[in-house]
């Protein structure tokens, strides 16, 4: 049995169609095992027998879409690759807060460079990329959230197919993974 996060993008836990009860219904609907929720804006682990994680990711989108009318992206890691992103540090010697706002941005695919943010708009001060794991790892100042502009720069240089979360929302699905 394969352990497995999927980050859904665009939920929004107003919508009575995204609230956490709903998603695990898919979920479970899908056939898969230990379903659980995490917070409320699109975090799921289960559990599946299946291994071919682009076809879960279809499997799983096109089911949300027809039964919940939800558009937005499916990005599943397994649990290997979570332990592996969570045990190297990439934030060593940080600690999440508002001048050091630690986030991880799943990515379909591997991307030939990283994004820009323009010199002095910008409050990203850190981003490096984690190919195991195809994630872009950002340390924002997030003072003044309205000025970061990182979803617009990192939406540009990667479209669409990417969900962002904290480094804490990731090392608590993997908890959730491992229970």
Do not use: W
Request: glycine share 8%.
């Amino acid at each position: 049995m394969h352990r497995y996060a999927a980050f859904l993008r665009g939920i929004m836990p107003t919508n009575p169609n995204m609230r956490s009860e709903k998603l695990r219904g898919v979920f479970e609907g899908l056939g898969f095992e230990k379903v659980s929720t995490l917070l409320t804006s699109g975090n799921v682990v289960f559990r599946s027998d299946d291994s071919d994680v682009p076809a879960l990711e279809a499997k799983i989108q096109q089911a949300l879409n027809s039964e919940l009318g939800i558009p937005g992206g499916t990005l599943i890691r397994t649990h290997a690759q979570l332990h592996a992103l969570v045990d190297s540090d990439p934030f060593a010697g940080l600690t999440h807060g508002r001048e050091t706002y630690l986030t991880v941005t799943f990515i379909r695919d591997i991307p030939k460079s990283l994004p820009e943010f323009p010199e002095g708009e910008s409050t990203v001060r850190l981003v490096r990329f984690d190919k195991p794991c195809r994630a872009l790892l950002s340390v924002i100042d997030n003072t003044d959230p309205s000025t970061t502009g990182f979803m617009a720069v990192v939406q540009k240089a990667y479209g669409k197919e990417i969900t962002t979360r904290t480094f804490l929302t990731v090392q608590k699905a993997l908890k959730k993974m491992d229970a």
